[in-house]
């Protein structure tokens, strides 16, 4: 019956349980690279805000913008925006119906990795 | 109680409804940000490293002023509508109200100065 063991009952295998697909894992990276996007876009308000503030300001933020830190924050976020970018157009294919099936998802997932790291190399460089 | 059911449990309560508009602003401005991003990445990208005056001179012009700001405007929206899906989906309560207060406050308040310093160059 519906209220039998209610709250008690055995739950099905979790994250930690099952052995790491390409599905999961290109799934989790694309929830990973949105949210961690956040430290760079604040620094680029941050950036934004001194430059419309003034020349101190601006030579503050822009300092740490293009310190070793800032430069490997903006690297990462890089190669997470192109990635994220990809994982969202096979969000989009995704709602239309199409690709579906594992084999064509893990294929999809092959290519936003492959993909994003050389848009990101092409990025470094032309940058 | 002990005859109530699952199905009796659901009945008048109705749906949530606002779960249906909620992916379709995902998916809007998921679009939107395909096209702003590369603009994005491209028009900042070659501007940052110069000194100040040729910053603030390069978005006096229309043309990055105005990618940048949209960038920032859909950029913290679409920002918004994940990061709340993520707290929904781990937090609970108390907490989870409350890191959603402080995650809309963060959004609107960094796209709202973003925005504001970039027409402020512009203009």
């Given at each position: 019956m519906a209220d039998v063991n209610r709250g008690n009952r055995p739950l099905s295998p979790h994250l930690t349980i099952y052995r790491p697909q390409l599905t999961s894992m290109t799934s989790i990276f694309v929830r990973l690279t949105g949210n961690a996007l956040l430290v760079a876009m604040l620094m680029i308000v941050w950036w934004f805000v001194a430059a419309a503030a003034g020349p101190e300001a601006f030579a503050t933020a822009d300092g740490f913008v293009r310190s070793w830190f800032g430069d490997l924050v903006l690297f990462l976020s890089t190669w997470a925006i192109w990635y994220h970018m990809f994982g969202g157009i096979r969000h989009l294919i995704w709602d239309q119906?199409?690709?579906?099936d594992v084999e064509k998802s893990e294929t999809a997932g092959l290519i936003m990795i492959i993909v994003s790291v050389l848009m990101t190399i092409f990025t470094a460089i032309v940058l | 109680m002990g005859f109530m059911t699952d199905r009796k449990r659901a009945v008048?309560?109705?749906?949530?409804?606002?779960g249906t508009m909620a992916h379709w602003r995902m998916t809007l401005s998921s679009v939107g940000l395909l096209i702003l991003i590369p603009l994005f990445i491209f028009t900042f990208g070659a501007i940052l490293g110069h000194p100040f005056e040729e910053v603030v001179a390069y978005y006096t012009r229309p043309v990055p002023a105005a990618i940048a700001a949209l960038t920032i405007a859909v950029g913290f929206m679409h920002f918004l509508g994940g990061v709340q899906i993520l707290i929904e989906d781990y937090v609970q309560g108390l907490t989870r109200k409350a890191l959603i207060v402080a995650m809309t406050c963060l959004s609107y308040g960094a796209a709202g100065l973003g925005v504001f310093a970039v027409l402020r160059i512009a203009l």
């Open positions: 119906g199409y690709m579906l | 008048g309560n109705g749906s949530a409804k606002s």
